[in-house]
């Protein structure tokens, strides 16, 4: 009975502690294929630090261009090893067409007697054309000379990139006007494990004699396949495991049939101080080191996509998506590497006087990743946008506030919370179903005891313009009753055991099983799943959240599939897993959008994510703790995510778990504000928390952050838009603003919406009654409630802003001009024909200028060229402040597409010109004066600027004017 | 529908439209929506003031909103909303940001808010049709409801008048019964006043010394046992409650290998549906295979592990503890004169009251055991033991009657009091004729049944399980006491608790109705319910029907206040 009590008590105590359960997941020490490859660089730095010697076995040999590339840009080298001398890699080298001059590195073994193949179908997914143009030879210089190989490319005449191949030992240097920028195998840590059978060493075979026969006589094979004659000594560089064909943790086993395939890449940064990217971690923005004296973390970082449960506010350890991107950043220069791997991978970071070095190793696949060159992040913003895509303009309404809850249980009390929302004259766009609405958790299949006409339902909520977005999770419910699950059967488009039969686990439906979406005979079946015909309990008011997409697999280890599962193509689990969730995402999306004619813009939310999820819609970044360090914590997180693409984030909004207090969650009401994705959502165990369930003043508080959110729509639909076109991130971290600014390198606490001018900083303390906010630009900043102005200045300085709950800081820099839509009305649809302010923060030279995207926020038509994209500039004509105020098409636009003439009436109905230092004499519009407001500047310690607000001039948004300001 | 203007209001308005007619204003404030003598507006709040040009110009000037009452550029400030007259029906107003969004909202049933839009046609017609049949059907359903509460009214009288009787009676009763008590007790006192020396001198004896010693290990070993008892009941409690009420939120590994070393403990391991190399999924579907598998077997396995074999049983100890040491010293002795022998029975003198009812029931078989033995002999039981046992069972009897009396008398006033004075039952004693009327209703897979003042319950359609979801708590804590809004809500508190979450629990929401039935069951928080119910108590008489009989009970409260 003791022993019984000692054993379950602390379990029973455990449940109780809301932390991430360390145990559950991996270190690398853990896992074979990381301690193998990664004791390399411990091997390397041994031998450093005892001054013996350690080059890199491998090397290549002559070059000759890519077979089937000709007059292009490639090249391929036959690469060795001395380990192994019988064994043949290649290593292709591309330059591509696009992208300033992306290079394209890959190798694969060549010519192996194994049954076996590398996976090397990543580029597949992740990149918009797995084969990019390349460019043309004519257009580099190659030259080869004794072991030494050397291409000069780069955007126009001047070349100024270079990549030097030094062809043994290997090494690979991307420079540009001749510094070193990238150093691939600088520290000679390459590694790519060929595939062997399995063998047993002298030391071993005692041992394997006793234990069964089949494996005695693999021992035997084994033996006779290994030359005799050669003993090369292999241990200075690859470590024996005695887990490489089978890996046993906790109660799983791992039966590896292709033994070791793991590879191991390092790369430099002489001329980076900071390294930024490798997504998803709940770590800071400018990856600290996990290696070396000055090591902030113990354990590299882990890109293996899991359902971790109350993950800790800072740590590497994996969270939910993985983008394989690093940006390495210094004051004059930035690069890009983009690894094209969907397995398992650990990356260290070291910092030192020489740059930054990275170590990754992964499980399996080729060798392939791009080097992006730069040379500022807005630059490799656009190269990696030319690889993977842009992301889509999304839906109006999935940038204004979604409400979301675990679970709204009825019919009954989905309208009712949207009535209590009006009621409480608090926007509310989208209204959330979680996994309750389904009968048995058995998605599609609305549970008719709760939801008796969910037609009705979304019809009524339509009704007011608002929309529903309901889960759809990949777990599915195994029973014959259930017709997702038998189709996918007899269509045997199943995730398969590692013995071919289809898998099964354990999610919120219990018994389930998963389809392959890696299998397309799998996509015109789920697209038609999401037919009106099919779903016939569906409406276009009704989009999808996909949850559980890492997959998460409750009775698998580390809560995910075994990676012996089987996937199309025979692949592995373990050669796609991290790109696994951006399959379903992707064909969700899919679904999505051709469900209706004409098509519509889709809008689906995942929770896991690749390096190319942004083409398919939101992210969120999973089950965060309603604590003061998660809120903190969270900037960090989208704006790593951001810089790889995964831009349309936000967290939930309050915190999943727990039970924030009003303070707490008016700050996160605060921040979500400034989220690109503004959803709340709370688990099941939590008190509700809907804003219009507080007392006053919470309840002001929450309605004021609702409220910007909407006002601001018009900004954040500019910064979706750049993303959509160039591949820009919808919120900028500093660095990659001001990227000569080495005081703003590290910051991750506040950023800018787009190129809007606009600075927010969450405050993230309890009780804080002021927060240090870093200004970067030799510009004024203005507080955009007008109540203060901070004064240009040639050289970035912190200042102190007082923030007492219902305040935090929100600044425009001077020389933006941002348009607003100052009515909220009761949902974002209902404001499309409403007046616009312009808020125009005149810069330092007295000028500014902004831009305005509106398009019907619904449709494909955008496409079309059915938008309006106007640019406004104000500019000093004169003294005193004397200027003028224009609008001009942004890009050539058909001026009378319909989308135009819909909103041809929409207004312009205030103008407001801050630091403006002298009162106009008057303003006026085509020779007629209008109405104006001067407000004198106070100088002094405290400063406000000088305010002019123009009222009605009678202008219309959407074309050409001039709004003279006379001094 | 917010809004009823009175009629003197209504005049000011009229007088103001007349003059003025801008668009949205409320007839309430009409009169100050007519241009100054400067041709200006005041803001209503007195914070500026404007050209008269500036009111419903499209364009916020005002502070508070007010001088766009027809527009929605003052949205989201005090005091901008529209006036929409709905003519033919009851005027109503929205918010600003309503003006001309598209959305035709019910307050507006003309429409006049979507001046711009167009989009809404006047409705009033129609809907005031509907409002006033909605109102005439609750009126109906009022005055009926009312006619069955008076039912109830007169039920808590004939209860008051019964009780009031009762009480009087039982009143009486008690002065005798003090007296009988009494009575009882000297005849007791000198039944004792016998010689209680000679035990203590055998007391001494080393023998005896070296048993209590032992009976005083014995006894710390039980307790000792028995809080061990009570550790592992509670954890084996904690974990069969995990494993019942165990809710798959998130994969907490933890939990699942509780719940299932638990099940393996207690031999519940089922078998899943298909083979599986975990184990982690077993508890999610456990309630279902647990109903098909064995639950009487696992039981048993639980009552083992509770209970092992071997272990001796806990009548054996109490009857080592129970020993009457003394009576044994008396028994060892057993050819001293037969005082000794009615020593043994007047032990019973000395067993503490709590303690009686145990040693009634024993003393048979002890005597028996004793007799068989020839420890003392039958024969001499009846001898003088029964004297004093019958004096104390006298005194013991009249003490008990006098009790319950008084008891009895108690709960009469205490329900007298809640029919009355502390409102309990309403002002007119109505909602005693509910006390333990109990109502259900189906939701999902469940029947949720309320018994009024007494508890809440979730019974399972599947199968025979059942959560308390509380009892009664008390009545609506917003309202004032003996107010509508006071009997509007009934609070549940304490049920069972929801692994890993609160005490169930469940707030009543209660309307007029003609019968008592729940109309929805919801669960707007996990484990925190909410029924809303119709109760006829809750009728109460309309305005210009019978008036309620306040003064009557008003007069019945202050006589239970003189009796006290």
Same mark, same amino acid.
């Given at each position: 009975?003791?022993?019984?009590?000692?054993?379950?008590?602390?379990?029973?105590?455990?449940?109780?502690?809301?932390? /991430?359960?360390?145990?559950?997941?991996?270190?690398?020490?853990?896992?074979? %294929?990381?301690?193998?490859?990664?004791?390399?660089?411990?091997?390397?730095?041994?031998?450093?630090?005892?001054?013996?010697?350690?080059?890199?076995?491998?090397?290549?040999?002559?070059?000759?261009?890519?077979?089937?590339?000709?007059?292009?840009?490639?090249?391929?080298?036959?690469?060795?090893?001395?380990?192994?001398?019988?064994?043949?890699?290649?290593?292709?080298?591309?330059?591509?067409?696009?992208?300033?001059?992306?290079?394209?590195?890959?190798?694969?073994?060549?010519?192996?007697?194994?049954?076996?193949?590398?996976?090397?179908?990543?580029?597949?997914?992740?990149?918009?054309?797995?084969?990019?143009?390349?460019?043309?030879?004519?257009?580099?210089?190659?030259?080869?000379?004794?072991?030494?190989?050397?291409?000069?490319?780069?955007?126009?005449?001047?070349?100024?990139?270079?990549?030097?191949?030094?062809?043994?030992?290997?090494?690979?240097?991307?420079?540009?006007?001749?510094?070193?920028?990238?150093?691939?195998?600088?520290?000679?840590?390459?590694?790519?494990?060929?595939?062997?059978?399995?063998?047993?060493?002298?030391?071993?075979?005692?041992?394997?004699?006793?234990?069964?026969?089949?494996?005695?006589?693999?021992?035997?094979?084994?033996?006779?396949?290994? @030359?005799?004659?050669?003993?090369?000594?292999?241990?200075?560089?690859?470590?024996?495991?005695?887990?490489?064909?089978?890996?046993?943790?906790?109660?799983?086993?791992?039966?590896?049939?292709?033994?070791?395939?793991?590879?191991?890449?390092?790369?430099?940064?002489?001329?980076?101080?900071?390294?930024?990217?490798?997504?998803?971690?709940?770590?800071?923005?400018?990856?600290?080191?996990?290696?070396?004296?000055?090591?902030?973390?113990?354990?590299?970082?882990?890109?293996?996509?899991?359902?971790?449960?109350?993950?800790?506010?800072?740590?590497?350890?994996?969270?939910?998506?993985?983008?394989?991107?690093?940006?390495?950043?210094?004051?004059?220069?930035?690069?890009?590497?983009?690894?094209?791997?969907?397995?398992?991978?650990?990356?260290?970071?070291?910092?030192?006087?020489?740059?930054?070095?990275?170590?990754?190793?992964?499980?399996?696949?080729?060798?392939?990743?791009?080097?992006?060159?730069?040379?500022?992040?807005?630059?490799?913003?656009?190269?990696?946008?030319?690889?993977?895509?842009?992301?889509?303009?999304?839906?109006?309404?999935?940038?204004?506030?979604?409400?979301?809850?675990?679970?709204?249980?009825?019919?009954?009390?989905?309208?009712?919370?949207?009535?209590?929302?009006?009621?409480?004259?608090?926007?509310?766009?989208?209204?959330?179903?979680?996994?309750?609405?389904?009968?048995?958790?058995?998605?599609?299949?609305?549970?008719?005891?709760?939801?008796?006409?969910?037609?009705?339902?979304?019809?009524?909520?339509?009704?007011?313009?608002?929309?529903?977005?309901?889960?759809?999770?990949?777990?599915?419910?195994?029973?014959?009753?259930?017709?997702?699950?038998?189709?996918?059967?007899?269509?045997?488009?199943?995730?398969?055991?590692?013995?071919?039969?289809?898998?099964?686990?354990?999610?919120?439906?219990?018994?389930?099983?998963?389809?392959?979406? %890696?299998?397309?005979?799998?996509?015109?079946?789920?697209?038609?799943?999401?037919?009106?015909?099919?779903?016939?309990?569906?409406?276009?008011?009704?989009?999808?959240?996909?949850?559980?997409?890492?997959?998460?697999?409750?009775?698998?280890?580390?809560?995910?599939?075994?990676?012996?599962?089987?996937?199309?193509?025979?692949?592995?689990?373990?050669?796609?897993?991290?790109?696994?969730?951006?399959? %379903?995402?992707?064909?969700?999306?899919?679904?999505?959008?051709?469900?209706?004619?004409?098509?519509?813009?889709?809008?689906?939310?995942?929770?896991?994510?690749?390096?190319?999820?942004?083409?398919?819609?939101?992210?969120?970044?999973?089950?965060?703790?309603?604590?003061?360090?998660?809120?903190?914590?969270?900037?960090?997180?989208?704006?790593?995510?951001?810089?790889?693409?995964?831009?349309?984030?936000?967290?939930?909004?309050?915190?999943?778990?727990?039970?924030?207090?009003?303070?707490?969650?008016?700050?996160?009401?605060?921040?979500?504000?400034?989220?690109?994705?503004?959803?709340?959502?709370?688990?099941?165990?939590?008190?509700?928390?809907?804003?219009?369930?507080?007392?006053?003043?919470?309840?002001?508080?929450?309605?004021?952050?609702?409220?910007?959110?909407?006002?601001?729509?018009?900004?954040?639909?500019?910064?979706?838009?750049?993303?959509?076109?160039?591949?820009?991130?919808?919120?900028?971290?500093?660095?990659?603003?001001?990227?000569?600014?080495?005081?703003?390198?590290?910051?991750?606490?506040?950023?800018?919406?787009?190129?809007?001018?606009?600075?927010?900083?969450?405050? /993230?303390?309890?009780?804080?009654?002021?927060?240090?906010?870093?200004?970067?630009?030799?510009?004024?900043?203005?507080?955009?409630?007008?109540?203060?102005?901070?004064?240009?200045?040639?050289?970035?300085?912190?200042?102190?802003?007082?923030?007492?709950?219902?305040?935090?800081?929100?600044?425009?820099?001077?020389?933006?001009?941002?348009?607003?839509?100052?009515?909220?009305?009761?949902?974002?649809?209902?404001?499309?024909?409403?007046?616009?302010?312009?808020?125009?923060?005149?810069?330092?030279?007295?000028?500014?200028?902004?831009?305005?995207?509106?398009?019907?926020?619904?449709?494909?038509?955008?496409?079309?060229?059915?938008?309006?994209?106007?640019?406004?500039?104000?500019?000093?004509?004169?003294?005193?402040?004397?200027?003028?105020?224009?609008?001009?098409?942004?890009?050539?636009?058909?001026?009378?597409?319909?989308?135009?003439?819909?909103?041809?009436?929409?207004? /312009?109905?205030?103008?407001?010109?801050?630091?403006?230092?002298?009162?106009?004499?008057?303003?006026?519009?085509?020779?007629?004066?209008?109405?104006?407001?001067?407000?004198?500047?106070?100088?002094?310690?405290?400063?406000?600027?000088?305010?002019?607000?123009?009222?009605?001039?009678?202008?219309? /948004?959407?074309?050409?004017?001039?709004?003279?300001?006379?001094? | 529908?917010?809004?009823?203007?009175?009629?003197?209001?209504?005049?000011?308005?009229?007088?103001?439209?007349?003059?003025?007619?801008?668009?949205?204003?409320?007839?309430?404030?009409?009169?100050?929506?007519?241009?100054?003598?400067?041709?200006?507006?005041?803001?209503?709040?007195?914070?500026?003031?404007? @050209?008269?040009?500036?009111?419903?110009?499209?364009?916020?000037?005002?502070?508070?909103?007010?001088?766009?009452?027809?527009?929605?550029?003052?949205?989201?400030?005090?005091?901008?909303?529209?006036?929409?007259?709905?003519?033919?029906?009851?005027?109503?107003?929205?918010?600003?940001?309503?003006?001309?969004?598209?959305?035709?909202?019910?307050?507006?049933?003309?429409?006049?808010?979507?001046?711009?839009?167009?989009?809404?046609?006047?409705?009033?017609?129609?809907?005031?049709?509907?409002?006033?049949?909605?109102?005439?059907?609750?009126?109906?359903?009022?005055?009926?409801?009312?006619?069955?509460?008076?039912?109830?009214?007169?039920?808590?009288?004939?209860?008051?008048?019964?009780?009031?009787?009762?009480?009087?009676?039982?009143?009486?009763?008690?002065?005798?019964?003090?007296?009988?008590?009494?009575?009882?007790?000297?005849?007791?006192?000198?039944?004792?006043?016998?010689?209680?020396?000679?035990?203590?001198?055998?007391?001494?004896?080393?023998?005896?010394?070296?048993?209590?010693?032992?009976?005083?290990?014995?006894?710390?070993?039980?307790?000792?046992?028995?809080?061990?008892?009570?550790?592992?009941?509670?954890?084996?409690?904690?974990?069969?409650?995990?494993?019942?009420?165990?809710?798959?939120?998130?994969?907490?590994?933890?939990?699942?290998?509780?719940?299932?070393?638990?099940?393996?403990?207690?031999?519940?391991?089922?078998?899943?549906?298909?083979?599986?190399?975990?184990?982690?999924?077993?508890?999610?579907?456990?309630?279902?295979?647990?109903?098909?598998?064995?639950?009487?077997?696992?039981?048993?396995?639980?009552?083992?592990?509770?209970?092992?074999?071997?272990?001796?049983?806990?009548?054996?100890?109490?009857?080592?503890?129970?020993?009457?040491?003394?009576?044994?010293?008396?028994?060892?002795?057993?050819?001293?004169?037969?005082?000794?022998?009615?020593?043994?029975?007047?032990?019973?003198?000395?067993?503490?009251?709590?303690?009686?009812?145990?040693?009634?029931?024993?003393?048979?078989?002890?005597?028996?055991?004793?007799?068989?033995?020839?420890?003392?002999?039958?024969?001499?039981?009846?001898?003088?033991?029964?004297?004093?046992?019958?004096?104390?069972?006298?005194?013991?009897?009249?003490?008990?009657?006098?009790?319950?009396?008084?008891?009895?008398?108690?709960?009469?006033?205490?329900?007298?009091?809640?029919?009355?004075?502390?409102?309990?039952?309403?002002?007119?004693?109505?909602?005693?004729?509910?006390?333990?009327?109990?109502?259900?209703?189906?939701?999902?897979?469940?029947?949720?049944?309320?018994?009024?003042?007494?508890?809440?319950?979730?019974?399972?359609?599947?199968?025979?399980?059942?959560?308390?979801?509380?009892?009664?708590?008390?009545?609506?804590?917003?309202?004032?006491?003996?107010?509508?809004?006071?009997?509007?809500?009934?609070?549940?508190?304490?049920?069972?608790?929801?692994?890993?979450?609160?005490?169930?629990?469940?707030?009543?929401?209660?309307?007029?109705?003609?019968?008592?039935?729940?109309?929805?069951?919801?669960?707007?928080?996990?484990?925190?319910?909410?029924?809303?119910?119709?109760?006829?108590?809750?009728?109460?008489?309309?305005?210009?029907?019978?008036?309620?009989?306040?003064?009557?009970?008003?007069?019945?409260?202050?006589?239970?206040?003189?009796?006290?």
């Amino acid at each position: 009975m003791r022993l019984l009590l000692a054993a379950i008590l602390p379990l029973l105590l455990a449940v109780d502690v809301a932390a /991430v359960k360390h145990e559950d997941f991996k270190e690398c020490h853990q896992t074979s %294929f990381c301690r193998r490859l990664r004791s390399i660089a411990a091997r390397q730095e041994e031998a450093v630090a005892n001054g013996t010697a350690f080059a890199s076995p491998y090397s290549l040999g002559n070059p000759v261009a890519t077979p089937g590339t000709q007059s292009a840009a490639s090249w391929t080298f036959p690469l060795t090893s001395s380990l192994y001398p019988d064994i043949s890699f290649n290593l292709r080298v591309d330059v591509l067409a696009q992208g300033d001059g992306i290079v394209r590195i890959r190798a694969d073994e060549v010519d192996s007697a194994s049954q076996w193949k590398r996976y090397n179908e990543t580029a597949k997914w992740a990149l918009v054309d797995a084969e990019p143009n390349l460019a043309r030879s004519v257009d580099v210089q190659f030259a080869h000379v004794d072991g030494m190989t050397a291409i000069e490319y780069g955007p126009g005449p001047a070349q100024e990139l270079m990549l030097e191949i030094v062809h043994s030992p290997l090494k690979i240097t991307m420079k540009r006007d001749g510094m070193d920028q990238v150093v691939f195998n600088d520290r000679d840590l390459f590694h790519v494990e060929h595939y062997r059978a399995k063998q047993l060493d002298e030391g071993d075979e005692a041992e394997a004699e006793g234990t069964e026969a089949a494996s005695s006589e693999d021992a035997a094979q084994a033996v006779m396949q290994a @030359p005799k004659a050669e003993k090369i000594d292999r241990s200075w560089f690859e470590e024996d495991d005695k887990d490489a064909f089978e890996e046993r943790w906790k109660k799983w086993t791992d039966t590896k049939p292709k033994g070791p395939e793991g590879f191991s890449l390092d790369f430099s940064f002489p001329n980076a101080d900071h390294i930024y990217g490798l997504p998803e971690h709940a770590s800071p923005l400018s990856l600290p080191s996990t290696k070396g004296e000055d090591a902030y973390y113990k354990e590299p970082y882990r890109l293996w996509n899991v359902d971790i449960f109350e993950y800790e506010a800072d740590s590497p350890m994996a969270l939910y998506g993985a983008v394989p991107l690093v940006h390495a950043h210094g004051k004059v220069n930035t690069v890009g590497v983009l690894n094209l791997v969907g397995s398992e991978t650990w990356v260290d970071v070291t910092h030192q006087p020489e740059g930054v070095r990275t170590h990754w190793v992964s499980e399996s696949g080729i060798v392939d990743f791009l080097i992006l060159p730069g040379r500022r992040p807005v630059d490799l913003f656009e190269q990696y946008a030319s690889l993977t895509g842009a992301a889509q303009m999304p839906p109006q309404f999935a940038t204004a506030y979604h409400q979301c809850r675990w679970n709204y249980n009825t019919q009954a009390e989905v309208i009712e919370v949207q009535d209590e929302f009006d009621k409480a004259d608090m926007p509310l766009d989208v209204t959330w179903l979680d996994i309750e609405y389904a009968e048995e958790h058995r998605y599609f299949d609305w549970d008719h005891k709760h939801f008796p006409e969910p037609k009705k339902m979304l019809d009524e909520v339509e009704a007011k313009g608002r929309k529903m977005v309901a889960i759809v999770d990949p777990h599915i419910k195994k029973t014959d009753s259930f017709r997702i699950y038998t189709d996918a059967r007899d269509l045997d488009v199943l995730v398969k055991k590692a013995d071919n039969s289809d898998f099964d686990g354990w999610c919120w439906t219990g018994s389930s099983v998963w389809v392959d979406f %890696f299998n397309p005979k799998s996509w015109d079946w789920w697209t038609r799943m999401f037919s009106f015909n099919v779903w016939k309990e569906s409406s276009k008011a009704l989009f999808i959240w996909n949850d559980m997409n890492e997959p998460s697999v409750f009775d698998g280890p580390e809560i995910t599939m075994p990676k012996d599962n089987i996937h199309d193509g025979g692949w592995e689990h373990r050669d796609v897993h991290n790109i696994n969730g951006m399959m %379903f995402h992707n064909q969700t999306q899919h679904a999505i959008t051709v469900r209706d004619t004409p098509e519509l813009r889709p809008f689906v939310l995942s929770r896991s994510f690749f390096a190319g999820s942004h083409r398919y819609g939101a992210v969120w970044i999973g089950d965060n703790l309603g604590t003061w360090d998660h809120l903190a914590g969270e900037t960090a997180v989208f704006l790593s995510n951001s810089i790889a693409g995964i831009s349309f984030v936000g967290s939930d909004v309050g915190g999943f778990f727990g039970n924030p207090t009003p303070e707490l969650l008016v700050r996160w009401y605060q921040a979500g504000a400034f989220m690109p994705f503004f959803r709340a959502h709370a688990h099941i165990d939590t008190k509700r928390r809907e804003p219009y369930l507080f007392e006053e003043p919470t309840r002001s508080y929450l309605r004021d952050a609702l409220r910007l959110r909407y006002a601001m729509l018009p900004v954040w639909y500019n910064a979706f838009h750049a993303a959509a076109t160039k591949g820009y991130p919808v919120i900028w971290p500093h660095y990659a603003l001001f990227p000569e600014d080495e005081g703003g390198f590290a910051i991750d606490d506040q950023y800018y919406i787009g190129d809007s001018g606009v600075l927010f900083k969450p405050v /993230v303390a309890e009780g804080a009654q002021e927060s240090t906010v870093y200004l970067a630009a030799d510009q004024p900043y203005y507080d955009y409630f007008h109540r203060k102005l901070y004064y240009a200045s040639a050289k970035p300085r912190n200042i102190t802003i007082a923030t007492p709950l219902d305040q935090f800081p929100l600044l425009i820099e001077g020389g933006h001009i941002v348009p607003t839509r100052e009515r909220v009305r009761r949902t974002s649809s209902l404001m499309w024909q409403d007046p616009f302010t312009l808020t125009v923060a005149l810069g330092k030279d007295g000028s500014a200028t902004g831009q305005l995207y509106l398009d019907d926020g619904e449709t494909l038509a955008h496409t079309q060229g059915e938008f309006i994209h106007r640019r406004f500039s104000y500019t000093p004509t004169g003294k005193n402040g004397a200027g003028k105020l224009s609008s001009a098409a942004h890009v050539v636009y058909d001026g009378a597409n319909a989308w135009a003439q819909k909103i041809a009436h929409v207004k /312009v109905e205030r103008i407001v010109i801050l630091g403006h230092e002298a009162a106009p004499s008057s303003v006026t519009v085509a020779g007629e004066a209008v109405q104006f407001e001067y407000t004198k500047p106070v100088k002094g310690r405290e400063p406000v600027p000088g305010k002019v607000v123009i009222k009605n001039p009678g202008i219309k /948004v959407g074309a050409d004017w001039e709004v003279v300001v006379a001094a | 529908m917010k809004l009823v203007p009175t009629l003197f209001s209504l005049l000011a308005v009229l007088g103001a439209a007349s003059a003025g007619d801008v668009r949205g204003v409320d007839p309430a404030v009409a009169a100050r929506y007519v241009p100054s003598a400067e041709g200006t507006f005041a803001c209503l709040d007195g914070s500026s003031v404007i @050209p008269f040009s500036a009111v419903n110009d499209d364009y916020c000037d005002c502070a508070d909103g007010s001088d766009e009452p027809g527009t929605s550029a003052c949205e989201g400030r005090s005091a901008a909303y529209f006036f929409c007259w709905n003519r033919g029906h009851i005027p109503g107003k929205v918010l600003a940001s309503r003006v001309n969004d598209g959305i035709c909202d019910p307050e507006c049933c003309d429409g006049s808010d979507e001046w711009a839009s167009g989009a809404c046609p006047d409705r009033c017609a129609e809907i005031s049709k509907v409002h006033r049949e909605k109102v005439d059907a609750e009126q109906k359903t009022r005055r009926t409801g009312a006619k069955i509460r008076s039912t109830y009214v007169s039920f808590a009288q004939k209860e008051k008048t019964r009780l009031e009787e009762e009480l009087a009676a039982k009143r009486a009763e008690v002065a005798d019964k003090e007296l009988e008590v009494e009575e009882a007790k000297a005849a007791l006192d000198r039944a004792e006043s016998q010689s209680r020396d000679a035990i203590e001198r055998k007391k001494q004896s080393p023998l005896y010394q070296s048993v209590e010693k032992h009976r005083d290990v014995v006894k710390r070993l039980k307790t000792d046992v028995e809080l061990l008892k009570d550790d592992l009941k509670t954890v084996l409690d904690l974990l069969e409650e995990l494993s019942k009420g165990y809710n798959p939120n998130g994969q907490d590994m933890a939990v699942k290998h509780a719940v299932i070393n638990y099940k393996e403990l207690i031999g519940r391991v089922e078998v899943p549906e298909t083979p599986k190399e975990g184990v982690e999924g077993e508890e999610a579907n456990a309630e279902a295979q647990v109903e098909g598998g064995e639950p009487e077997a696992a039981a048993a396995k639980l009552n083992h592990i509770r209970n092992p074999d071997g272990e001796i049983p806990n009548w054996q100890v109490d009857d080592v503890l129970r020993q009457d040491l003394e009576g044994l010293l008396v028994s060892n002795d057993g050819d001293d004169d037969d005082d000794e022998d009615g020593l043994l029975y007047r032990l019973e003198e000395y067993i503490p009251d709590s303690m009686f009812e145990y040693y009634d029931t024993a003393r048979e078989a002890i005597v028996s055991w004793l007799t068989d033995f020839g420890v003392i002999k039958r024969k001499q039981v009846a001898a003088d033991g029964p004297h004093v046992a019958t004096a104390r069972d006298k005194h013991r009897a009249a003490e008990r009657s006098l009790t319950d009396t008084r008891s009895r008398i108690r709960d009469i006033e205490t329900t007298l009091d809640q029919i009355s004075t502390q409102k309990h039952y309403g002002p007119q004693g109505e909602w005693k004729k509910l006390d333990g009327t109990c109502i259900d209703t189906v939701a999902g897979d469940y029947t949720y049944e309320l018994c009024f003042f007494g508890g809440a319950r979730q019974k399972s359609n599947k199968d025979s399980s059942s959560n308390s979801l509380g009892s009664f708590a008390g009545w609506n804590t917003e309202g004032e006491r003996g107010s509508y809004g006071y009997y509007t809500k009934q609070r549940y508190r304490n049920g069972a608790k929801c692994w890993n979450g609160p005490e169930r629990a469940v707030n009543v929401e209660l309307s007029c109705g003609t019968t008592n039935a729940i109309l929805s069951v919801t669960e707007p928080e996990k484990c925190e319910y909410k029924f809303k119910v119709t109760t006829p108590a809750l009728c109460w008489p309309l305005e210009g029907d019978k008036p309620a009989p306040k003064a009557q009970a008003a007069q019945a409260q202050d006589a239970v206040k003189d009796e006290l």
